[in-house]
């Protein structure tokens, strides 16, 4: 079993900043891709932010610039830093992860989700 637990979700003001975290947790052997999703009410979840193990990052074009994702793979945590926060970046995040259990299965775990909201 691997579970993701995410923090950080709240209420910012646009122009703001928020830091998400999601730690892993359990049987794990290895962890490949983390990554950060987003959804909102009646659309798609959507790619915010992802990151191999090697460091390789990918970013959504909306938020270039404005969001960084980064990783400490010795406590399996990925973490995503949101500045300049835009109206539209309020949504339900969610963080996965590519991870190969002790078992040497492989799954794909997401977390629970936090909710972002940006308004004045």
């Known amino acids: 079993q691997v579970q993701l637990v995410e923090s950080g979700g709240g209420l910012v003001q646009p122009g703001g900043s928020l830091r998400l975290s999601c730690a892993a947790s359990?049987?794990?052997?290895?962890?490949?891709?983390m990554g950060w999703y987003r959804q909102v009410p009646g659309k798609q979840r959507e790619l915010v932010a992802t990151?191999?193990?090697?460091?390789?990052?990918n970013y959504a074009d909306s938020v270039k610039g404005r969001f960084t994702i980064s990783r400490d793979n010795t406590k399996n945590t990925v973490f995503l830093q949101m500045d300049n926060l835009k109206p539209e970046d309020t949504a339900v995040y969610y963080c996965?992860?590519?991870?190969?259990?002790?078992?040497?299965?492989?799954?794909?775990?997401w977390g629970q989700g936090t909710q972002v909201t940006v308004s004045s």
């Open positions: 359990g049987s794990i052997e290895s962890i490949g891709v």
């Open positions: 996965n992860a590519d991870v190969l259990t002790s078992s040497w299965s492989r799954v794909l775990s």
């Open positions: 990151s191999t193990s090697g460091g390789r990052i």
